[in-house]
């Protein structure tokens, strides 16, 4: 499975774990992170675009937290699609 977050990172998972990846500058995905699950593997992510950020003070890094988890939440939420279906 692999779930795109952005351009440079994505969750992905094989029969072992769940994994954090990030493009390289080749374009190759590589992966950050494993964690035994997809929620470990977000919060992840998250704690670690917050830390990595350039936010200073209370204000800023409350906003950049906010945003952090609409990308998230865009990324993560069902998509569905609803045709309908002429016989």
Do not use: C
């Not at 795109?4 to 990846?21: F, N, T």
């Not at 800023?60 to 990324?75: C, F, G, H, Q």
């Amino acid at each position: 499975m692999i779930i795109s977050i952005d351009d440079k990172w994505r969750i992905q998972s094989d029969e072992y774990a769940w994994q954090v990846a990030r493009r390289r500058k080749n374009g190759e995905w590589r992966p950050a992170t494993y964690h035994a699950s997809i929620e470990q593997a977000v919060r992840s992510l998250y704690d670690q675009q917050l830390r990595l950020s350039d936010a200073e003070g209370v204000a800023e890094v409350m906003a950049e937290a906010d945003r952090l988890l609409r990308t998230l939440s865009r990324a993560l939420a069902p998509q569905f699609e609803v045709r309908e279906v002429v016989p």
